[in-house]
């Protein structure tokens, strides 16, 4: 054993550039997504973490998100296996129309839910108050639920519609066979095999409802939550130890459901052993519950178009609420922050562009067989246990007092660093396709292992670069919850001024900011989409 | 050949993107100010004073004087903002106590005949704007809700413990707003401080949210997610005139006061750009613009008083100790923090 690591060693040392290059990435690493977490967890003294029992109002904010963990993931996690089944089987009405209804909340700022429902449903709610004229307090909890669901379904549903579609429809016509009716098929081979599914999604949605900002700061009202606490201490207070203290907190259940997920639940996949794959139709769905799917999906997708609508209808309204006529007096205030828009799409380019190179070099890297990939590997992935305020706090107090605090880049390297997972995954996911002997051609031609990367895998991982950089781009564009933290003068970005714009009433003109957004958004999509033909995955924003 | 083109234009972007890219510079034509006044009032003050000095200003608005202060004081190894405007004189000054401001004393006031009760005898703020807290009422919900149960409108301050408006109060926080804290200490200078903090918890049992920023409060109170309101009055005549919300103000006897102000931070990037800031605040136009669009008094004596508003002089004032309310800052917010803290 030890003779053949000498042996890899010795060979890895006849390619220095890749050595480096691997030294380079993981100083890199570390320095950007090891170090700024480090530096929050140590920030309070050893007292200051005994004394976190003793407040109240902490101890009520960790209780809370945890309660909105268990709901919010129960029903959004649900509300994904209904939308999942719905596209999957093929007797079932729209599905395409399904899916794609389904995927809008993803795109839209993390805010963007509670924003448009409390135009919907808040006291001056188009629907509540204009429609069925009632008085309705959407604050609170339970309009976070209902926020909180429509966020995240969507999530859930990519995680289990892809285990369900891998569900081979032999085994479900085997048990008809056998004679089990249709609804003992759904229920004993068709959800039994998308348990492993239905775990991940419940462990990613945990994550993201835990770590939720923008809807929490927006509809949470009185209710303390982790999330907000600590931006509320730190903007409100200047209290950067108990800030970290919060952030320390969160991130316990975030990187212990992020453990859970990585290392017990996507190893223990259940293994379908039938041969040679079926092309055979799935066995029909029973009709009550076809019927009762489509009834729910019809419902949820006009809930996420009331989202759309809602925000599109403020921009256009002179006083929601009040009067309702056309106007279009917003969108010149709108107009006046559109250097926020211009600010919001440098920053998003630069993290954008980080992302890509990292995650594709940090990808390459460790398919290579070189020592320590493993720990390479888990600091690519480790941002995803990490919620998007203990990466903002992590960055202010590593870097504030350097010459990096304040600048464009700060905000973008965190932004870069907190999405690179998505990159990284996307890549390492291609990469493992590519044939090994394109690779081995080259190196028998002579080859050095950055040659292999610059010649072979580039050209065949344009894609995957591409993909990388627009999921990053738009996240970046969309953040709220690590601009927050990082935000100064020279650097409002469009999330921080539409928030401040809700928060002092001005509706239309947030509305109007917002829809600009969307509209970029949208557009980097399409761009994406002309590029490379597909876009990759865009789990829920932060 | 595809490579170098995704290289070169991903060269081309970050090129694109990097010259907005360092620090805020300490160029001789730009200042940073921190704002704790609302957006629409910061922006058209700036305009105007870019427009008179030439200097563009780059502003970050949190309406919570509380936040921008805690904010400096977070800055002081590397102070990014010029100027600190906006918020009562008794936030400004404990960050001159603790040495993060830089005296100056503008020649304005002298020329403009500002009464001295408004700048500061030390040099480390120059007051430009009052204002008076008030019972702020949205009537539409008042009217719906509680007059029908034979509910009187709060007319003194004690009037809003009463059990009846449970659930309907709500207040800026006195830890990141000024407007809550003179509220906090206006209660104690009239009650004495034991019967204060009662009249702090009972108030309490009414109160929905503590809003971490001033306006929250009225954007609350507009929505109708409250029924009254503890508030600066010009922020509830603003939102009547300018967006037809349906508030009554009510300005009861023994009220708190502030006199808004402006302060150089020390250390900042551009000091001289600072000082012609000051100056300008201290001429009629901003202030003007202040009454007019802010709906805030002006300290200079030839602005009119702002429209809805009743005259300064005539309204009645606690008898406020502006040196204990500096001194127990920290103590009185730790308290409040400590015994209802939300």
Known sequence: ?542 | MRRIWIAVVALVLVAGVLPGGGPVSAQPNRIVVYSALPDLETSLVHREFTRRTGIQVEALVVPAAGTLQARIRTEKDRPRADVFVGGDRSLHIPLAREGLLERYRSPVVQQAGISTDFVDPAGFWHGWYLGALSIIINTDRFDRELAPRGVRKPATWDDLVRPEFRGHFVMPSPVTTGGGYIFLAAQIFRLGEDRAWAYMRALNTNTSQYTPTAPGTIALLERGEATVAMMWAHEAIGARILRAAPLEVIVPPDTGFEIGAVSIIKGGPNPAGARAYVDFLMTRTPQDVNARFGFRYAVRGDVGVPSGATPFNQLKFVKYDLDWSVQNQARLRERWTREIGR
């Not at chain 1, 599914?197 to 949605?205: E, H, R, S, T």
Request: proline letters at 5%; hydrophobic letters at 60%.
């Open chain 1, 1 to 542: 054993m030890a003779v053949a690591r000498l042996g890899e060693l010795r060979r890895q040392a006849a390619d220095p550039g890749l050595l480096l290059t691997f030294l380079g990435a993981a100083a890199v690493l570390g320095l950007f997504v090891l170090y700024p977490a480090i530096r929050v967890l140590i920030y309070p003294s050893w007292q200051d973490y005994l004394g976190i029992p003793s407040s109240l109002r902490w101890i009520q904010a960790a209780r809370n998100s945890l309660v909105m963990m268990v709901i919010s993931t129960a029903s959004a996690t649900l509300l994904g296996l209904v939308f999942a089944f719905a596209t999957t089987r093929p007797d079932m009405p729209a599905r395409r129309f399904f899916r794609n209804a389904a995927m809008l909340p993803l795109f839209a700022p993390p805010f963007m839910v509670a924003f448009a429902y409390i135009l919907m449903f808040g006291r001056q709610g188009l629907i509540t108050r204009g429609i069925f004229g009632m008085d309705v307090n959407i604050f609170g909890w339970p309009g976070l639920w209902v926020v909180q669901t429509i966020a995240f379904f969507p999530l859930a549903m990519l995680i289990i519609a892809g285990v369900l579609e891998a569900v081979n429809p032999s085994l479900e016509h085997a048990a008809r066979n056998l004679g089990a009716t249709e609804w003992a098929v759904v229920r004993t081979i068709s959800l039994a095999l998308a348990r492993p599914g239905i775990a991940g999604a419940m462990l990613v949605v945990a994550i993201s409802v835990l770590a939720d900002f923008g809807n929490a700061v927006l509809i949470a009202g009185g209710f303390p939550l982790l999330a907000t606490e600590s931006w509320f201490r730190l903007e409100g207070m200047g209290d950067l130890t108990g800030a970290a203290l919060v952030v320390a907190m969160l991130v316990v259940p975030t990187a212990g459901l992020f453990l859970l997920e990585r290392y017990v639940v996507a190893r223990r996949a259940y293994v379908t052993v039938t041969g040679r794959g079926s092309r055979m139709e799935r066995a029909p769905t029973p009709p009550l519950l076809r019927w009762i799917v489509v009834a729910i999906c019809v419902f949820t997708t006009a809930m996420i178009g009331l989202v759309y609508f809602g925000v599109i209808a403020g921009a256009f309204t002179a006083i929601w609420g009040r009067d309702w006529s056309l106007s279009l007096q917003h969108w010149h205030l709108a107009a006046e922050r559109m250097g926020s828009l211009v600010t919001s799409v440098k920053i998003g380019v630069l993290a954008g562009v980080i992302t890509a190179t990292v995650g594709v070099l940090v990808a390459f890297l460790t398919s290579r067989r070189l020592p320590l990939r493993q720990a390479l590997d888990f600091l690519a992935v480790l941002p995803g246990a990490l919620p998007g305020v203990f990466v903002g706090v992590g960055f202010v107090l590593a870097f504030n007092r350097t010459p990096l605090g304040g600048t464009l880049w700060v905000l973008a390297i965190a932004l870069a660093f907190w999405h690179l997972p998505m990159g990284y995954q996307a890549a390492s996911a291609r990469l493992r396709q590519i044939e090994r002997s394109i690779e081995e051609a080259a190196i028998n031609l002579g080859a050095s292992g950055l040659r292999v990367l610059w010649d072979v895998y580039l050209p065949l991982l344009l894609r995957g670069l591409v993909e990388a950089f627009a999921v990053s781009f738009i996240r970046a564009v969309t953040n709220v919850s690590i601009v927050v933290f990082l935000i100064t003068p020279g650097q409002l970005v469009a999330t921080f001024i539409i928030l401040g714009m809700i928060q002092s009433n001005t509706w239309g003109a947030a509305a109007a900011l917002t829809t600009m957004l969307l509209a970029l958004t949208f557009v980097s999509i399409g761009l994406t989409w002309l590029a490379v033909g597909r876009v990759g995955r865009l789990p829920a924003m932060g």
